[in-house]
């Protein structure tokens, strides 16, 4: 075996790709969850005011970046496929290998975001409050969904992996989800320079210690999920 | 080959604990048990799915501290779905036989030739029994010393588990590999076991090598007094319309030459010590083994 290939940039790459062609698989969870989120966007985007003078749609293409950051953060999980807990390879070599698919998982969304606003801004098609709030966004959640979704919402309280977080894990995911559908709501239309600061004040105030809080535990996190008996633990 | 001593593991509502075996490089050792007995549990462990609470695994003189090079010498099969659904089998056996020193991409398209499997259909298109077929292939082409395999053979076709057991009796052959085999299917360990493990609640009821065991027991069927003269050698009796049944220790006192008598197959063994009284329950242990 090539040493170091299980936790390679280039098979976690791979790997975080092949998880968007495997959205077709019917897996128990994904479809729903992704449903609801995109439900809930698109419901969102038909009763906002603001967003229905633009077409029922509105702007929407100038979320893409976000629902993009929404549909990977529901698809990519924490814990590794059983196989990978049977190979032979270390509990650190499954660290790392977790560890920089979260760096895949944040760095993918967000470079994606960079082109696609930067395009935009550069056509100007967006101005720079909604550059900078999307981005804000997708960083925000990328993180909080690599570091925290194993399925969904449902079950989270139970699952042991989550250590100290256990009984907030679910709340924490939704309000990922809820940060993800009002931003890409807002960043659809035109933000002012009030607008603009009000909401990123609001991100710092609410959402900073969130991810500050999680961040600190996540290499516990991440050492539980490195473990099959802990990865898979609930209930208890 | 495999050392257990003390062993122990605790998983929330289940306790299984104080496992002792060896076993030798080139047998194969059945483990047997009701559901919920910890089978899958023991395996598991084996397997470096779990970490024990106590207690000592010695596989092939290492211990799980080199969880990599361990897990180079295993091979296991579980039920469920072990690799990625959407991906084809050849796919699957690829990306995850590059993590096998001797894993052997053509001795494994051999095997799913052999097993009937096609190679390029999708794992989560499988029928139970194939994707058991899958995984036992796959973990066979890495060429493991440890081969798991918890209840294989309860979704295989009478004609696969003739080639199962073919190809556990050849596997063993060269004397340097071995097999553990949970199962509920008694025949299989008739054919093909030398070491009987027997859980019961998370507990080793018994173990030792399948004739030493069988020897220390005998099945007397007659008249329910003289099976109750034997008293303390009985382990369960049942009472049937024409007179009595029972599993009995094998020793003391001659029988009485009305008592018919013979050796238990593993079912009729299994079967009184699941149901045996608990007055004259056995106590957890090993029985001799070679």
Redesign the interface.
């Known amino acids: 075996?090539?040493n170091g290939?299980?936790e390679s940039y280039r098979r976690v790459i791979r790997d975080y790709f092949q998880e968007f062609?495997?959205v077709?698989?019917m897996?128990r969870g994904r479809f729903p969850a992704l449903f609801l989120v995109l439900g809930t966007i698109f419901m969102g985007d038909i009763w906002l005011e603001r967003i229905r003078m633009g077409g029922i749609f509105g702007n929407w293409i100038n979320g893409i970046p976000i629902l993009f950051a929404l549909v990977s953060g529901a698809l990519h999980r924490v814990s590794l496929?059983?196989?990978m807990?049977?190979?032979?390879?270390?509990?650190e070599?499954r660290e790392r290998y977790i560890q920089r698919m979260l760096a895949v998982k944040v760095t993918v969304p967000m470079g994606f975001g960079l082109v696609c606003d930067g395009l935009a801004a550069w056509a100007g098609a967006i101005s720079r409050y909604v550059f900078v709030l999307q981005m804000a966004s997708i960083f925000f959640l990328s993180c909080m969904c690599g570091m925290l979704n194993e399925g969904g919402m449902v079950g989270a309280e139970k699952r042991k992996a989550y250590g100290e977080l256990q009984p907030f894990a679910a709340p924490l995911l939704a309000a990922c989800n809820l940060v993800g559908v009002a931003m890409f709501v807002i960043c659809m239309g035109s933000v002012s320079r009030v607008e603009f600061w009000i909401v990123i004040s609001a991100m710092m105030l609410f959402l900073l210690p969130m991810l500050v809080v999680v961040g600190k535990r996540w290499k516990e996190i991440r050492r539980n999920f490195a473990?099959?008996?802990t990865a898979v633990?609930t209930?208890? | 080959m495999l050392k257990l001593e003390n062993v122990s593991k605790y998983l929330?509502?289940f306790y299984l604990r104080d496992i002792f075996l060896e076993l030798p490089d080139g047998y194969i050792l059945g483990i047997i048990g009701e559901n919920g007995a910890g089978k899958t549990t023991l395996l598991?462990l084996l397997?470096?799915?779990?970490?024990k609470d106590e207690g000592i695994i010695d596989i092939d003189h290492m211990s799980y501290e080199e969880?990599?090079?361990?897990?180079?010498k295993i091979g296991?099969v579980f039920h469920?779905?072990?690799?990625?659904?959407?991906d084809t089998l050849r796919c699957?056996a690829r990306r995850?036989g590059?993590?096998?020193?001797d894993y052997e991409d053509r001795l494994m398209e051999s095997y799913m030739t052999d097993f009937r499997l096609n190679a390029r259909k999708r794992y989560?298109q499988l029928s139970k029994g194939e994707k058991l077929k899958f995984a036992f292939a796959f973990a066979l082409s890495h060429k493991p010393k440890l081969l798991l395999l918890d209840e294989p053979a309860a979704n295989f076709d009478r004609d696969f588990r003739e080639i199962f057991q073919d190809i556990l009796r050849k596997y063993t052959e060269n004397g340097e590999n071995s097999v553990i085999l949970s199962t509920h299917m008694t025949s299989d360990i008739d054919r093909a076991a030398d070491y009987l493990l027997y859980l019961e609640n998370g507990r080793q009821v018994m173990y030792g090598d399948i004739e030493s065991i069988r020897g220390n027991y005998r099945m007397a069927a007659g008249e329910e007094y003289k099976i109750r003269l034997l008293k303390d050698r009985v382990v369960h009796l049942e009472k049937g319309e024409f007179g009595a049944k029972a599993l009995v220790r094998n020793f003391g006192r001659p029988y009485d030459p009305m008592l018919k008598v013979w050796e238990p197959s593993i079912e009729e063994l299994m079967y009184h010590m699941a149901k045996r009284e608990s007055g004259g329950g056995m106590k957890a242990g090993r029985d001799s083994g070679r």
Do not use: H, W
């Open positions: 075996m090539e290939y299980m062609i495997r077709f698989s897996e496929p059983f196989m807990y049977l190979v032979p390879c270390s509990r070599q473990l099959y008996e633990r209930g208890e | 929330g509502s598991r397997a470096g799915l779990y970490t969880e990599a090079a361990v897990k180079q296991a469920g779905d072990l690799f990625d659904i959407r699957n995850y590059q993590f096998y020193c989560g």
